[in-house]
């Protein structure tokens, strides 16, 4: 797919009122980068380690930690540890992976949120199989993918939102389509790993189930009942609980070579494509609608929209896609670190929180690869300086309850190490544009090997 788009980068000379000058960089400037990068993983690893070891997550400002479900399932060790290997971290890879195969285990009474589970352990279990070869990733992996299977047991195959990791009881009937649609390329790998068919067959049923109450123009809401098919909220957008299902189905076609994701993925986009983007004085932007009417609802973007630029680059719209990463830069610069929610035709903050999302910073990376244009990597450096500045803390990283004062928040979330530190080092190592050609990310950023059709 690189071929061909490459032709397009004369496009990336495209320049708004706010876009950054273009920079030069070296192949060595790009290496302090990366270096600055492993350095900041290994400051929050550290403390990690320091007051949180062996639980799901640190609290960088109490110095505490804090487990999901009332114990422990690892999260931070299973999230980071790919990003480990991909950062050459070796020493804390295996302390990593010791302490997942001492400690990590799912036969527990707890009911546990689908969707973060999937995204986040199993396919980090999955990844550190493919990375690091030992079957007992697998093996985890493969007990987990049984324990989340009966989530798919209701009356349309749509999965429900929660489930019991050891009796099976399900709740939650009431879901959204990213929580739907972000499974295939967990349980489609696990099949693909373990000859059992079902966990691709269960997801993909419900992706379509999902995709065929799809409005008469073509957009889905933000909620629908998995039991009666019943739209609940029929705002549609390209924001949490919706944002990845688009995601996932470009990803599918990608690394399983399923046509059907692909007639899906090109028609959901077409009629995203079609109802959501608006421009403005200070960009294009992409708003949320009616999903029946395709009438605008709100002018509401924020840090989870940025993940649009990377998957428009990847499915081939190089052009909306370098404009629309230039709406989400100004969104950064202008707050100096991005809002959660804002509304772009007033610049109102609509909610003040930075959670250390990865989005942005990942739409950077796959424009650098498809463009080459150093102009993503001076984003990068912009983008990185600003967390340095803001969100780095004695101990670990901290969200920040406001971009507007910066005050910090004490939480640092599992996908700083798998996501966010991730794609900054992808974008800035030598080798790191190379990864798309081997792998393709899920949306917690764990790499999972392409399939050979």
Same mark, same amino acid.
């Given at each position: ?6 032709? !397009? ?13 273009? %920079? ?60 480990? !290997? ?16 001492? *400690? ?17 352990? !199993? ?138 994701? *692909? ?14 983007? %608006? ?56 707050? $100096? ?5 804002? $509304? ?40 990185? $300086? ?13 969200? !920040? *309850?406001?971009?507007?004062?910066? %005050? ?10 798998? %996501? ?34």
């Amino acid at each position: 797919m690189k071929t061909g788009l490459i032709l !397009l980068i004369a496009i990336t000379s495209f320049f708004s009122s706010h876009s950054i000058a273009t %920079e030069k960089y070296s192949k060595n400037d790009n290496a302090i980068y990366a270096e600055k990068v492993k350095h900041e993983f290994l400051h929050a690893w550290n403390a990690y380690k320091k007051y949180a070891w062996g639980h799901d997550q640190l609290k960088p400002l109490s110095k505490t930690y804090r487990d999901w479900y009332g114990e422990s399932l690892l999260m931070t060790p299973v999230d980071a540890f790919d990003t480990m !290997l991909l950062m050459g971290l070796t020493k804390e890879a295996e302390e990593a992976k010791q302490l997942i195969f001492e *400690k990590l285990s799912f036969d527990k009474n707890l009911s546990i949120q689908n969707f973060e589970i999937t995204i986040r352990l !199993l396919g980090g279990l999955i990844s550190a199989y493919q990375l690091d070869g030992d079957k007992r990733f697998l093996m985890l992996a493969e007990d987990l993918g049984k324990r989340l299977l009966p989530v798919f047991n209701s009356p349309t195959g749509m999965p429900y939102v929660n489930v019991n990791l050891k009796t099976g009881e399900t709740k939650g009937k009431v879901n959204n389509p990213a929580e739907i649609g972000t499974l295939m390329l967990e349980f489609g790998t696990l099949s693909k790993l373990t000859g059992s068919q079902i966990y691709y067959d269960k997801a993909k049923k419900g992706i379509v189930e999902l995709f065929k109450r799809r409005s008469k123009i073509g957009l889905v809401g933000t909620t629908i009942d998995v039991e009666t098919g019943e739209w609940k909220n029929t705002e549609s957008h390209i924001s949490g609980m919706i944002d990845s299902y688009y995601e996932y189905l470009l990803k599918s076609w990608l690394l399983f070579g399923d046509k059907d994701f *692909k007639n899906m993925y090109d028609e959901s986009i077409a009629a995203v494509n079609k109802y959501l983007p %608006e421009k403005t004085e200070t960009g294009l932007w992409y708003g949320q609608v009616d999903m029946n009417t395709g009438k605008q609802t709100s002018s509401t973007f924020g840090a989870l929209d940025a993940f649009l630029p990377a998957v428009l680059a990847y499915g081939g719209d190089l052009r909306q896609a370098v404009q629309l990463q230039e709406s989400c830069y100004y969104m950064w610069t202008h707050f $100096d670190i991005e809002p959660e929610q804002f $509304d772009y035709k007033t610049n109102k903050i609509l909610y003040a929180n930075y959670v250390l999302r990865p989005e942005i910073i990942e739409s950077a990376f796959y424009l650098y690869y498809y463009t080459q244009n150093p102009k993503y990597i001076a984003m990068g450096k912009t983008f990185f $300086d600003s967390l340095v500045k803001y969100c780095k803390a004695d101990e670990g990283y901290s969200a !920040l *309850k406001s971009v507007a004062t910066k %005050e910090k928040s004490d939480s640092m979330e599992s996908f700083f190490f798998a %996501e966010t530190l991730k794609y900054f080092y992808l974008l800035f190592s030598t080798d790191g544009t190379k990864a798309l050609e081997k792998y393709v990310f899920n949306t917690e950023a764990h790499p999972l090997k392409k399939i050979k059709h």
